[in-house]
T-cell receptor
Framework: AQSVAQPEDQVNVAEGNPLTVKCTYS??????LFWYVQYPNRGLQFLLK??????LVKGSYGFEAEFNKSQTSFHLKKPSALVSDSALYFC???????????FGKGTSLLVTP | ETGVTQTPRHLVMGMTNKKSLKCEQH?????MYWYKQSAKKPLELMFV???????ENNSVPSRFSPECPNSSHLFLHLHTLQPEDSALYLC????????????FGSGTRLTVV
């Protein structure tokens, strides 16, 4: 079954520092990978996706993610964190059937001033 | 607003009540989904509808009953729920059956007392 793992429950970073939120995947075949963000009392918002092509994917709000096939990872990154980036981040992978996505448990990002 | 609207935003119900959650999208999407979000757990896919046909049902208890009368509307009918069913219920839609990303609603926060 297609699955993703987010090993960190929480990531803390100071404003202005680079941030990384980790995600590893387990799939058969080519992975279709996604990152979503959830702000308090809101649904999930799409950040970026990897389908094929360049391993470095750029997304919304200055976020990017690097697809690494040898390490089966798809880490989310941002060069300079903002306090407003504090939220819950979810990694996801498309299921084999093509219908629907499987999500990780989420990583809470806290950016302190 | 993302284009996917969920009502109500909050719902408190007793274990013997019957209630329904509503999801509506005006994005012209062909597939709709129900997910359950509980703290510190991966999002749980409950139901998938594609072109108004249920294509996936992930061992969800029968006290949850979905309905998709047309491609713009999705309901989740609830009856005789348990306290452990308290969670955030998220609706999402996607353009195609083969998923390249979702648009989520803001969710319904359900509390079963």
């Amino acid at each position: 079954a297609q699955s993703v793992a987010q090993p960190e429950d929480q990531v803390n970073v100071a404003e202005g520092n680079p941030l990384t939120v980790k995600c590893t995947y387990s799939v058969s075949g080519n992975p279709y990978l996604f990152w979503y963000v959830q702000y308090p009392n809101r649904g999930l918002q799409f950040l970026l996706k990897y389908i094929t092509g360049d391993n470095l994917v750029k997304g919304s709000y200055g976020f990017e993610a690097e697809f690494n096939k040898s390490q089966t990872s798809f880490h989310l990154k941002k060069p300079s964190a903002l306090v407003s980036d504090s939220a819950l981040y979810f990694c996801a992978v498309r299921r084999n059937s093509g219908y629907a996505l499987n999500f990780g448990k989420g990583t809470s990002l806290l950016v302190t001033p | 607003e993302t284009g996917v609207t969920q009502t109500p935003r909050h719902l408190v119900m007793g274990m013997t009540n019957k209630k329904s959650l509503k999801c509506e999208q005006h994005l012209g999407h062909n597939a709709m989904y129900w997910y359950k979000q509980s703290a510190k757990k991966p999002l749980e896919l409950m139901f998938v509808y594609s072109l108004e046909e249920r294509v996936e049902n992930n061992s969800v208890p029968s006290r949850f009953s979905p309905e998709c009368p047309n491609s713009s509307h999705l309901f989740l009918h609830l009856h005789t729920l348990q306290p452990e069913d308290s969670a955030l219920y998220l609706c999402a839609s996607s353009q195609d059956r083969q998923v390249y990303g979702y648009t989520f609603g803001s969710g319904t926060r359900l509390t079963v007392v």
